[in-house]
């Protein structure tokens, strides 16, 4: 099993820079792929990025390819999402998950844990 806790959210103006980051708990961390997925009203939470347990390979939503990066470091338990370029549709609550299972799923139904979340706001 497996803590997550982000950080990092926040409000920033189009065009801006936010770093988001999650802890993971445990001494598995290298065991678990890593995803940022993200929750606006009404809307179904969505997957953003991912990456996998060595991080050889990540994975974006199209709508933040060349915007967003994803990376991990093992050695600390941290993941980290840097976004650039920010746009107001960006705008939600973003949310660290995990998962031993494969293969990797864009799904967030088929991940296990999940962090508490962290507010990022892009106003134009």
């Known amino acids: 099993q497996v803590q997550l806790v982000e950080s990092g959210g926040g409000l920033v103006q189009a065009g801006g820079s936010l770093r988001l980051s999650c802890a993971a708990s445990g001494r598995t961390f290298g065991n678990y792929a890593m995803g940022w997925f993200r929750q606006a009203p009404g809307i179904e939470r969505e997957f953003v990025a991912i990456?996998?347990?060595?991080?050889?390979?990540?994975y974006y939503t199209d709508s933040v390819k060349g915007r967003f990066t994803i990376s991990r470091d093992n050695a600390r338990n941290t993941v980290s999402l840097q976004m650039s370029s920010l746009k107001p549709e960006d705008t939600a609550v973003y949310y660290c998950?995990?998962?031993?299972?494969?293969?990797?799923?864009?799904?967030?139904?088929?991940?296990?844990?999940w962090g508490q979340g962290t507010q990022v706001t892009v106003s134009s």
């Open positions: 998950a995990a998962d031993t299972r494969g293969p990797i799923s864009v799904r967030a139904a088929e991940w296990t844990y």
């Open positions: 990456i996998s347990r060595s991080a050889v390979s990540t």
